[in-house]
Nanobody, 127 residues
Framework: QEQLAESGGGLVQPGGSLRLSCAAS????????VGWFRQVPGKEREWILC????????VYADFVKGRFTITRDNAKNTVLLQIDKMKPEDTADYFC????????????????????WGQGTQVTVSS
């Protein structure tokens, strides 16, 4: 059974950094495109980025502006999301997801394009 599990969320002060982890089981994450989304309760899930496994390129949402970085640790079957210079508006539940192919979907920002999701990890940015 293919599963994803996020971890690393928590409380961080504005301007701080956080590293989220997405661990895969039941399949090799290195062969799948990986996306990250976030969601504030009561709002739609917001796309952050998608990383292609075939060429390791990443496409980002406009609001990212260099603050979000994705890296792969294939030995651990894990993907990491580094978030820097955090802002209160980054407060949300963060989700990783995978696409069935190694390249990102054409509509990278549409949640329904992806097939498996983790349960999410909560991030709060507050002083």
């Amino acid at each position: 059974q293919e599963q994803l599990a996020e971890s690393g969320g928590g409380l961080v002060q504005p301007g701080g950094s956080l590293r989220l982890s997405c661990a895969a089981s039941g399949f090799a994450l290195e062969y799948a495109a990986v996306g990250w989304f976030r969601q504030v309760p009561g709002k739609e899930r917001e796309w952050i980025l998608c990383n292609s496994a075939n060429d390791n390129t990443t496409v980002y949402a406009d609001f990212v502006k260099g603050r979000f970085t994705i890296t792969r640790d294939n030995a651990k079957n894990t993907v990491l999301l580094q978030i820097d210079k955090m802002k209160p508006e980054d407060t949300a539940d963060y989700f990783c997801t995978k696409f069935k192919y190694s390249g990102c979907p054409v509509y990278t920002h549409i949640a329904s394009a992806y097939d498996y999701w983790g349960q999410g990890t909560q991030v709060t940015v507050s002083s």
